[in-house]
């Protein structure tokens, strides 16, 4: 059974850092993270290849969001620095169909999700 858990969102002040983990059943597969805002859409993040070496990010995070893993203890990172208001979102650790490109913001699996809140 796929396994995904999220943890490591909460509130946080602009200008402020916040570190997501996940923690993945599922071993060499590409993964995501993407956010969803009350009244929008999914909005890939980053993404990250199942060998680590190859990395996405959004125009609007790219700078000040890291993604990593650790794939020996089958764990992905998001780290956010710099946080803006318009961060603020449920954030899913997700995996990608095999073979869509890091870019793509399709998903086969995804877990709970974690909210990220950022005050102004």
């Known amino acids: 059974q796929v396994q995904l858990e999220e943890s490591g969102g909460g509130l946080v002040q602009a200008g402020g850092s916040l570190r997501l983990s996940c923690a993945n059943s599922?071993?060499?597969?590409?993964m995501g993270w993407f956010r969803q805002a009350p009244g929008k859409g999914r909005e890939t993040v980053a993404a990250?290849?199942?060998?680590?070496?190859?990395?996405y990010y959004a125009d609007s995070v790219k700078g000040r969001f890291t993604i990593s893993r650790d794939n020996p203890n089958d764990m992905v990172y998001l780290q956010m620095n710099s946080l803006k208001p318009e961060d603020t979102a449920v954030y899913y650790c997700?995996?990608?169909?095999?073979?869509?490109?890091?870019?793509?913001?399709?998903?086969?699996?995804w877990g709970q999700g974690t909210q990220v809140t950022v005050s102004s």
């Open positions: 997700a995996i990608k169909f095999m073979g869509a490109p890091l870019i793509s913001s399709t998903y086969q699996y």
């Open positions: 599922v071993s060499n597969r590409a």
């Open positions: 990250i290849s199942p060998s680590g070496l190859s990395t």
